[in-house]
Nanobody, 127 residues
Framework: QVQLEESGGGLVQAGDSLRLSCAAT????????MGWFRQAPGKEREFVAA????????QYADSVKGRFAISINNAKNTPYLQMNSLNSEDTAVYYC????????????????????WGQGTQVSVSS
């Protein structure tokens, strides 16, 4: 079972960029579909971006489409979330999540489909 740990969060100004990383131990992302989610204070955890096991299909939430990009560096066994043109609405704790996906090659956008989560990293955007 893979274990996840996010990093790369911080306090930035509106319009800035950040790149989040998700270090994986105990497995390789070759067999996992993965996703990024976020949770703002007082709100439910929401979908941000997800990629399938093969790495050839990606989905984004409408709110981040065109600004965020999900990718996986298989050589480093590390998924990334590149976040550009950040605004105050992006302020939240960001989580990476993984789901073993040996057979299907599906992009999972529901948080309930992911059994494995990191501890989260805070992203704060000042306007």
């Amino acid at each position: 079972q893979v274990q996840l740990e996010e990093s790369g969060g911080g306090l930035v100004q509106a319009g800035d960029s950040l790149r989040l990383s998700c270090a994986a131990t105990g497995g390789t992302f070759n067999n996992y579909a993965m996703g990024w989610f976020r949770q703002a204070p007082g709100k439910e955890r929401e979908f941000v971006a997800a990629i399938n096991r093969a790495g050839d299909s990606i989905q984004y939430a409408d709110s981040v489409k065109g600004r965020f990009a999900i990718s996986i560096n298989n050589a480093k066994n590390t998924p990334y979330l590149q976040m550009n043109s950040l605004n105050s609405e992006d302020t939240a704790v960001y989580y990476c999540a993984a789901r073993l996906s040996l057979g299907a090659n599906t992009v999972f956008t529901s948080r309930y489909r992911y059994p494995t989560w990191g501890q989260g990293t805070q992203v704060s955007v000042s306007s």
